[in-house]
């Protein structure tokens, strides 16, 4: 079965610098799909960035990128002039394409300081 | 523009009771899940259905059930609860599977006692 890894169960941040949240996974699969999902204290969970796992190029939203090491199976996840809106837990999650399954990993806590 | 909505938000329970949590969507979309959400655990997968009158098993679904009537909307039971069933349970929708994004409720924290 996939599983997905993340290492830091908290991290923190100062406001306006950058942070790096990490994720790896364990796949056979050469035809996947990457997440990040994030759940602010609202508890409503929300699609950050995706990533296709045939795509060569990292996926960017704003201040949100990624660093896709698909022979690492890595998928970390960088947050740019962090701002304290961005505080909240991160999930990072796969799909095996043609599944109709997502895995999660435990999360990642981030806390933006001021 | 609601997306997903779950009821309730919040229940107690006590040990041996039943409830229904009831998602709705408004999307849409074939595919819906039932997630919950413990402490240092992420997110765990119930039951879900890729279609009207259809549903799955996921990873832990022993002590719920589900059912799929009418396509927008898709509810959880629990027939007899226990304390362990204690969580926040998560409703999820896509539109084509796990490739694609999946539009969560804002959960229901469920206590048994």
């Known amino acids: ?114 | 523009n609601a997306g997903v909505t779950q009821t309730p938000k919040f229940r107690v329970l006590k040990t041996g009771q039943s409830m229904t949590l009831l998602c709705a969507q408004d999307m849409n979309h074939e595919y819906m899940y039932w997630y919950r959400q413990d402490p240092g655990m992420g997110l765990r997968l119930i039951h879900y259905s890729v279609g009207e009158g259809t549903t799955a098993k996921g990873e832990v679904p022993d002590g719920y059930n589900v059912s799929r009537l009418k396509k927008q909307n898709f509810l959880l039971g629990l027939e007899s609860a226990a304390p362990s069933q204690t969580s926040v349970y998560f409703c999820a929708s896509s539109y084509t599977g796990g490739s694609t994004e999946a539009f969560f409720g804002q959960g229901t924290r469920l206590t048994v006692v």
């Open chain 1, 1 to 114: 079965a996939q599983t997905v890894t993340q290492s830091q169960p908290e991290m923190s941040v100062q406001e306006a610098e950058t942070v790096t949240l990490s994720c790896t996974y364990d796949t056979s699969e050469s035809d996947y799909y990457l997440f990040w999902y994030k759940q602010p204290p609202s508890r409503q969970m929300i699609l950050v960035i995706r990533q296709e796992a045939y795509k060569q190029q990292n996926a960017t939203e704003n201040r949100f990128s990624v660093n896709f090491q698909k022979a690492a199976k890595s998928f970390s996840l960088k947050i740019s002039d962090s701002q304290l809106g961005d505080a909240a837990m991160y999930f990072c999650a796969y799909n095996e394409g043609g599944s109709e399954k997502l895995v999660f990993g435990k999360g990642t806590k981030l806390t933006v300081n001021p």
